[in-house]
C-alpha cells in the first residue's frame, strides 16, 4: 500500500526566509509525485510534480520540490517566504505501474508565513 | 488546466433530506473523482465517477449513500443521502486531463451542514 507523510502539522516561518514543507512517501515502483496548496476557503490548486528526469521540479508561484529516491522525500520549497503563501499544503504521490493508479494524499501541513 | 464548477457552493440541510452537488468541467475529461475534506483536514476519496458506468466507490462508501451519475464526460453530480450531522464536510469534485500526467483540478467546493 502507497502512503504520504507529512511529519509537520504546521510550519512557521518569517517573511523572507527560505521554507520547507517536508514529504516522504512509500510506493511500489517509481513515484509520481505533487504537491497542492489549498489557500482558506478555496479549492486546491496544483503547485508542481514529478514524474521523471531532473530531481529539482520548479511549479508556481516560485514554489520547487526535489525529489530525493534514496530518502523516499520529495520537500518543497521556495527561496524567499511571502505572507500570501499562507495557506495549506498537500503532497501527494501515486504509483506509475501502468493504467490508473489511485492518488494517496498526506494530511497537509499548515504554512503560516510571519511578516 | 481546467475549470471546474460546483453548484451549490455551499448548503444548510436538514437530517434525513438528501443533498445533490453538480460538478461542471469546461473540457471533457476521462478521470472525474469526488472527495470529501473535512476544514483544514486531509482528502478522502469518495469514489470514482465512470462516463456510461457505475461508480467505483471506496471502502466505506457505498452506492446507497452517495450515488453519482456521470452521464458525458464534463459533468457529474454527488448526492449524498439520508443526510446526517456526520455528512458535514466539504465535498470536492476533481478531474484529471486526458493526456495529462495525472495531476488533478478540483472544483472549489460545497460546504455542507446537516442540522
Known amino acids: 500500500a502507497q502512503s504520504v507523510a507529512q511529519p509537520e502539522d504546521q510550519v512557521n516561518v518569517a517573511e523572507g526566509n527560505p521554507l520547507t514543507v517536508k514529504c516522504t512517501y512509500s510506493?511500489?515502483?517509481?513515484?509520481?509525485l505533487f504537491w497542492y496548496v489549498q489557500y482558506p476557503n478555496r479549492g486546491l490548486q496544483f503547485l508542481l510534480k514529478y514524474i521523471t528526469g531532473d530531481n529539482l521540479v520548479k511549479g508556481s508561484y516560485g514554489f520547487e520540490a526535489e525529489f530525493n529516491k534514496s530518502q523516499t522525500s520529495f520537500h518543497l520549497k521556495k527561496p524567499s517566504a511571502l505572507v500570501s503563501d499562507s495557506a495549506l499544503y498537500f503532497c501527494?504521490?501515486?504509483?506509475?505501474?501502468?493504467?490508473?493508479?489511485?492518488?494517496?494524499f498526506g494530511t497537509g501541513t499548515k504554512l503560516q508565513v510571519i511578516p | 488546466s481546467a475549470v471546474i464548477s460546483q453548484k451549490p457552493s455551499r448548503d444548510i440541510c436538514q437530517r434525513g433530506t438528501s443533498l445533490t452537488i453538480q460538478c461542471q468541467v469546461d473540457?471533457?475529461?476521462?478521470?472525474m473523482f469526488w472527495y470529501r475534506q473535512q476544514p483544514g483536514q486531509s482528502l478522502t476519496l469518495i469514489a470514482t465517477a465512470n462516463q456510461g458506468s457505475e461508480a467505483t466507490y471506496e471502502s466505506g462508501f457505498v452506492i446507497d449513500k452517495f450515488p453519482i451519475s456521470r452521464p458525458n464526460l464534463t459533468f457529474s453530480t454527488l448526492t449524498v443521502s439520508n443526510m446526517s450531522p456526520e455528512d458535514s464536510s466539504i465535498y470536492l469534485c476533481?478531474?484529471?486531463?486526458?493526456?495529462?500526467?495525472?495531476?488533478?483540478?478540483f472544483g472549489p467546493g460545497t460546504r455542507l451542514t446537516v442540522t
Open positions: 510506493v511500489s515502483g517509481n513515484p509520481y
Open positions: 473540457s471533457q475529461v476521462t478521470m
Open positions: 476533481s478531474v484529471v486531463l486526458t493526456g495529462s500526467s495525472y495531476e488533478q483540478y
Open positions: 501527494a504521490v501515486r504509483g506509475n505501474s501502468g493504467g490508473y493508479q489511485k492518488v494517496t
